[in-house]
C-alpha cells in the first residue's frame, strides 16, 4: 500500500521568494516519486522524478526536490518563485516494481505567486 | 516525445446520452493506459487501469458497465461514459506508460476532457 500526504493545500509566497511545496510518502516497496504540475484546465505536466541514485534531483523550470528516506518526504523547491509558477502541484508515489504500477497522488497543493 | 492526446478536449452532451473519449500516444507504444477523473480543485482519482489487447482493471468503486473502457491497440484507448448523467460532468485524465520500459514507472498524461452533462 502506498499513500502521499501534502501538507497545506494553498501555499502564497511572493515573487522572488523561496517555493517550498511539502510532500510526505508511505511506501511498503522502494518507491519511485514524483511532482506534477498542472495549469487550470490541463493535464498535468511532470516537473521532476525520483527512481534511484542521486537523491538531489533537479527537473524544470528551475525547481528540485530532494528525496529524503529516513524522513519519507520528498519536498519540492524552487529558489526564487516566478508569477507563471502559479499552479497547482501535485507530488504522486508509485511502486519501484520496473514495470508499469498505479500512481498515487497527493490532495495537491494549489501555489500563488504574489507581486 | 512521450506525448499523449485525448479527443475530444471539451464535449457537452444530454443526460441519457453516451460519450466516447479518445487517449493516443503519438509517438510511443504504450501497454498500459490509465483513466483518472478530477472533480473541481480536487486531486485525480483513478478509475481503471488498461492493458493492450486485455479486460480493464477497475477501481473499486467505479461502475464498469458505465465507463467502458478498450484498449484495443497499443497506441489507443476509449473510455465510454454510458448513459451519462449531470454526476458525472468532470474532467477526465488519461495517461499512458511506455512498452519499451525507459522511464519505468513514470506515466505521460494527456490534456484532459473537460465532460459536462445537461
Known amino acids: 500500500a502506498q499513500s502521499v500526504t501534502q501538507l497545506g493545500s494553498h501555499v502564497s509566497v511572493s515573487e522572488g521568494a523561496l517555493v517550498l511545496l511539502r510532500c510526505n510518502y508511505s511506501?511498503?516497496?522502494?518507491?519511485?516519486l514524483f511532482w506534477y504540475v498542472q495549469y487550470p484546465n490541463q493535464g498535468l505536466q511532470l516537473l521532476l522524478k525520483?527512481?534511484?541514485?542521486?537523491?538531489l534531483v533537479k527537473g524544470i523550470n528551475g525547481f528540485e526536490a530532494e528525496f529524503k528516506k529516513s524522513e519519507t518526504s520528498f519536498h519540492l523547491t524552487k529558489p526564487s518563485a516566478h508569477m507563471s509558477d502559479a499552479a497547482e502541484y501535485f507530488c504522486?508515489?508509485?511502486?519501484?516494481?520496473?514495470?508499469?504500477?498505479?500512481?498515487?497522488f497527493g490532495t495537491g497543493t494549489r501555489l500563488q505567486v504574489t507581486l | 516525445g512521450a506525448v499523449v492526446s485525448q479527443h475530444p478536449s471539451w464535449v457537452i452532451c444530454k443526460s441519457g446520452t453516451s460519450v466516447k473519449i479518445e487517449c493516443r500516444s503519438l509517438?510511443?507504444?504504450?501497454?498500459?493506459m490509465f483513466w483518472y477523473r478530477q472533480f473541481p480543485k480536487q486531486s485525480l482519482m483513478l478509475m481503471a487501469t488498461?492493458?493492450?489487447?486485455?479486460?480493464?482493471?477497475?477501481e473499486q468503486g467505479v461502475e464498469k458497465d458505465k465507463f467502458l473502457i478498450n484498449h484495443a491497440s497499443l497506441t489507443l484507448s476509449t473510455l465510454t461514459v454510458t448513459s451519462a448523467h449531470p454526476e458525472d460532468s468532470s474532467f477526465y485524465i488519461c495517461?499512458?506508460?511506455?512498452?519499451?520500459?525507459?522511464?519505468?514507472?513514470?506515466?505521460?498524461f494527456g490534456p484532459g476532457t473537460r465532460l459536462t452533462v445537461t
Open positions: 488498461s492493458n493492450e489487447g486485455s479486460k480493464a482493471t477497475y
Open positions: 525520483y527512481t534511484t541514485g542521486a537523491t
Open positions: 509517438d510511443f507504444q504504450a501497454t498500459t
Open positions: 495517461s499512458a506508460s511506455e512498452a519499451s520500459g525507459r522511464n519505468p514507472g513514470e506515466q505521460y
Open positions: 511506501s511498503s516497496v522502494p518507491p519511485y
Open positions: 504522486a508515489v508509485s511502486q519501484n516494481t520496473g514495470t508499469a504500477s498505479k500512481l498515487t
